[in-house]
């Protein structure tokens, strides 16, 4: 059943490539306008972030005028495919605990995320592509 609304998640979000040069992934969703800013969170950037925890990632930035998550890279430790996988891995996780984020107080959104990242290199480490 994950499996299924990770797919829909991901159809949902329409993430389409924009540019993807040597040490940047610029990647568009139309959804990007849709941020929520809820109690002082942003929830949309609080989840990008998990992607800034990747060794690899120099710096990420979402903008929301372009509706675009702008990416940069050391192209010695990933590539686009790796990015993508762990795209996918995150919105997974993100998945699979809806129900959670969707009842965490902005108090505890730090904490979440810690769980949530946890959790992603859970997952991470069973994939080879990402341990290569």
């Given at each position: 059943?994950?499996s299924l609304k990770s797919a829909a998640a991901k159809s949902f979000l329409n993430l389409k490539v924009v540019e993807d040069?040597?040490?940047?992934?610029?990647?568009?969703?139309?959804?990007?306008?849709?941020?929520?800013?809820?109690?002082?969170?942003?929830?949309?950037?609080?989840?990008?972030?998990?992607?800034?925890?990747?060794?690899?990632?120099?710096?990420?930035?979402?903008?929301?005028?372009?509706?675009?998550?702008?990416?940069?890279?050391?192209?010695?430790?990933?590539?686009?495919?790796?990015?993508?996988?762990?795209?996918?891995?995150?919105?997974?996780?993100?998945?699979?605990?809806?129900?959670?984020?969707?009842?965490?107080?902005?108090?505890?959104?730090?904490?979440?995320?810690?769980?949530?990242?946890?959790?992603?290199?859970?997952?991470?480490?069973?994939?080879?592509?990402?341990?290569?």
């Amino acid at each position: 059943m994950a499996s299924l609304k990770s797919a829909a998640a991901k159809s949902f979000l329409n993430l389409k490539v924009v540019e993807d040069s040597t040490g940047l992934l610029v990647i568009g969703s139309k959804k990007l306008q849709n941020h929520d800013d809820t109690a002082g969170v942003n929830y949309t950037e609080k989840i990008v972030s998990l992607l800034s925890k990747i060794k690899g990632i120099d710096s990420l930035g979402v903008d929301y005028n372009k509706q675009v998550i702008n990416i940069k890279y050391q192209p010695t430790i990933l590539n686009t495919p790796k990015i993508n996988k762990y795209i996918d891995l995150i919105i997974d996780v993100v998945v699979e605990n809806l129900s959670t984020i969707q009842k965490c107080q902005p108090e505890q959104v730090d904490a979440l995320l810690e769980q949530l990242n946890t959790q992603l290199n859970a997952k991470v480490a069973k994939v080879p592509l990402l341990n290569s």
